[in-house]
């Protein structure tokens, strides 16, 4: 059968607080960056991206920051839901070597009613 | 809507028994991506193919073959599997995996396979 799996880090937040996940990135010359959202048993779904000549974006509810002088990835989500449940990855990606994107480990967020 | 399908959801084999896991898409993207996902872990990057070409992960085991036969379609072929490929399998595009500008990769609901 399937190997057993890694402890994620886990993020317990509180219905209509704040939720901060952070992801250390590797490759210094990485210019882009994504932060998907995985629900059990379903695919990454696509939440944000930024590029690396930015230091912050927002989207509905959510906004990322990019800090290259320390290669650190966040990712803000205003007013967590129970919805918003998941494991959440960063991903980096780097031109230079065909647009691989390289996976963090990823962080649960567990949200409480 | 446009978007990435995978069928079937869910697969069931038997250890040695070929399987084949299929991926559609209407977003007519032209690169498409495999990847492995075990249970608490990143997804893994198989291979991909940039239109008709293929490329292949240095660490992808022989076992595992895709084809795409056009622009829509990529299956996964899982030649001979072992217990050890159990997983999910996550099927991508993106728009031009060449390009300076990097393109967002969409992925699919993804297929759950177990081997017994």
């Known amino acids: 059968g399937e190997s057993v799996g890694l402890h994620l880090p886990t993020l317990s937040v509180q219905e209509g607080d704040n939720s901060i996940i952070n992801c250390a990135y590797s490759?210094?010359?990485?210019?882009?960056f994504i932060w998907y959202k995985q629900e059990s048993g379903k695919g990454p779904q696509f939440i944000i991206d930024?590029?690396?000549?930015?230091d912050k974006r927002q989207g509905q509810r959510v906004t990322v920051l990019l800090n290259k002088t320390v290669k650190h990835l966040s990712l803000q989500i205003a007013a967590t839901q129970p919805g918003d449940s998941a494991v959440y990855f960063c991903a980096e990606n780097n031109h230079n070597q065909g647009g691989k994107l390289i996976f963090g480990q990823g962080t649960e967020l567990s949200v409480k009613p | 809507d446009a978007m990435v399908i995978q069928n079937p959801r869910y697969q069931v084999t038997q250890f040695g028994k070929p399987v084949t896991l299929s991926c559609s898409q209407t977003?007519?993207?032209?690169?498409m991506y495999w990847y492995q996902q075990k249970s608490s872990q990143a997804p893994k990057l198989l291979f991909h193919?940039?239109?008709?070409?293929?490329?292949n992960e240095a660490d992808t085991p022989d076992n595992f073959q895709s084809r795409r036969p056009n622009t829509s379609f990529c299956f996964l072929d899982i030649r001979s599997p072992g217990l050890g490929d159990a997983a999910m399998y996550l099927c991508?595009?993106?728009?031009?995996?060449?390009?300076?500008?990097?393109?967002?990769?969409?992925f699919g609901p993804g297929t759950r396979l177990l081997v017994l």
């Open positions: 490759n210094s010359a990485s210019d882009y």
């Open positions: 930024i590029r690396s000549n930015m």
């Open positions: 991508a595009t993106s728009r031009d995996r060449r390009s300076r500008i990097q393109e967002t990769q969409y």
């Open positions: 977003l007519n993207h032209n690169v």
């Open positions: 193919y940039y239109d008709k070409d293929f490329n």
